[in-house]
């Protein structure tokens, strides 16, 4: 099992970036694929990018495509999410998910979570 403590988010106006940072426990992180998820206020969490175990795929919700960026770094067992034009719609808890298959769009199918990192866009 691995470990997830998020870091990064924050405050931010709209149009302003953000990098959120995930960094995981454990020898074994190069093999599992990696994600981030969000879940605002009364809504359902919902996928926003994933990474495989090689850093050479990477998927995205349609509503950050071209916006935001997801990388990792398998030495330093950490992955990023790069967010730039935000909007205030993009306000939400960030959560990072780690997935031994191919990380699942659907929460249901996450093991590993997390527990999140606040971020507000303010209009």
């Known amino acids: 099992q691995v470990q997830l403590v998020e870091s990064g988010g924050g405050l931010v106006q709209a149009g302003g970036s953000l990098r959120l940072s995930c960094a995981a426990s454990?020898?074994?992180?190069?093999?599992?694929?990696m994600g981030w998820f969000r879940q605002a206020p009364g809504k359902e969490r919902e996928f926003v990018a994933s990474?495989?175990?090689?850093?050479?795929?990477?998927n995205y919700a349609d509503s950050v495509k071209g916006r935001f960026i997801i990388s990792r770094d398998n030495a330093k067992n950490t992955v990023y999410l790069q967010m730039n034009s935000l909007k205030p719609e993009d306000t939400a808890v960030y959560i990072c998910?780690?997935?031994?298959?191919?990380?699942?769009?659907?929460?249901?199918?996450?093991?590993?979570w997390g527990q999140g990192t606040q971020v507000t866009v303010s209009s």
């Open positions: 998910a780690a997935s031994i298959i191919a990380m699942p769009t659907m929460p249901s199918g996450v093991r590993s």
């Open positions: 454990g020898r074994t992180f190069s093999r599992y694929s």
């Open positions: 990474v495989s175990w090689s850093g050479d795929t990477t």
